[in-house]
């Protein structure tokens, strides 16, 4: 099944003329909320889906993309999302139900946002010529990280090293359905600190790579496999070093000094690489492709 199938499956049937027609703009994400048209994001702007969305529908769209069988995906649910066939990820929010202080449910969506993944093979072709050390990669949310992280994973693999991919909600890999290179050894569904110790163990990586570093634990996981020698590739939610350098887990993680540089992302597929250490940038560019 593509990728346009796998979306327009979770969909009420009217949507699919409208999303079809859409399509070739390469849309980003999809807004489903109660009592209001789809928002369709695309490349430099929006479009609507009619009519409106029920609860109903919403839950409809949800059980869909758990195969009719929540339970199974109780885990990312609790943690407010579901990975798709080909590594798309439907966020939710609805009613939580917690216990002991931990979300143990979540029930009765009131909004859904579908996120689409899309491989663009040679999108990094120019940065990864700069990836000779230990690099962040920085934006704000839609400014394409994940589909940079990919692609610069495809070309150090296929480049001739090996690299160990800690692919928490298979986003990355696509579940494996995306190409991340011949040498590239792909771990999934294991949180990613965890991730990192067990392919450091294992694997014997040149590069290990990993998607949105979130936790005090990936910090730990990443300095033990710097301290191993081990070059490292992630991605952090951040608009520019000073937007970096204001959040207190990512103080944390410039100052332990396990990334030499970062590369700066914009919506509008720029960026700037720029030393972690100093202050100077080193290099601009712009790389091609749309979100995740």
């Excluded at 979306?7 to 390469?26: M, Q, S």
Aim: proline content about 7%.
């Amino acid at each position: 099944m593509n990728d346009f199938h796998v979306i327009a499956a979770l969909l009420p049937p009217c949507y699919e003329p409208r999303l079809r027609e859409l399509w070739p703009r390469r849309p980003q994400e999809l807004r489903l909320l109660e009592g209001r048209p789809v928002t369709v994001r695309l490349p430099g702007g929006e479009a609507a889906l009619l009519p409106p969305l029920t609860q109903g529908q919403l839950e409809e769209i949800l059980q869909r993309a758990c195969r009719f069988s929540s339970y199974a995906y109780q885990e990312t649910l609790c943690q407010g999302y579901v990975t798709l066939e080909g590594g798309h990820r439907l966020g939710v929010c609805g009613f939580g139900v917690v216990q002991a202080g931990q979300v143990t449910a979540l029930r009765s969506p009131t909004s859904l946002n579908l996120r689409i993944a899309r491989a663009i093979p040679g999108c990094a072709g120019t940065l990864v010529e700069s990836l000779k050390v230990s690099t962040l990669l920085l934006g704000p949310p839609g400014a394409g990280k994940t589909t940079l992280l990919r692609d610069c994973v495809r070309l150090i693999s296929n480049g001739g090293q090996w690299v160990g991919l800690a692919d928490e909600r298979g986003e990355v890999s696509a579940q494996m359905g995306l190409d991340v290179g011949q040498r590239t050894d792909v771990l999934l569904n294991v949180p990613k600190a965890e991730a990192v110790m067990m392919l450091l163990r294992t694997m014997s990586p040149d590069w290990i790579a990993l998607d949105e570093i979130t936790a005090p634990a990936d910090l730990r996981a990443l300095e033990q496999a710097a301290y191993c020698g081990v070059k490292l590739l992630a991605t952090a939610h951040a608009d520019g070093l000073e937007d970096l350098q204001r959040r207190p887990l990512y103080r944390q993680l410039t100052a332990l000094g396990v990334f030499d540089q970062a590369a700066v992302l914009r919506p509008d597929k720029s960026y700037t690489l720029k030393a972690l250490q100093l202050p100077t940038d080193t290099q601009n560019g712009r790389w091609p492709g749309g979100s995740k």
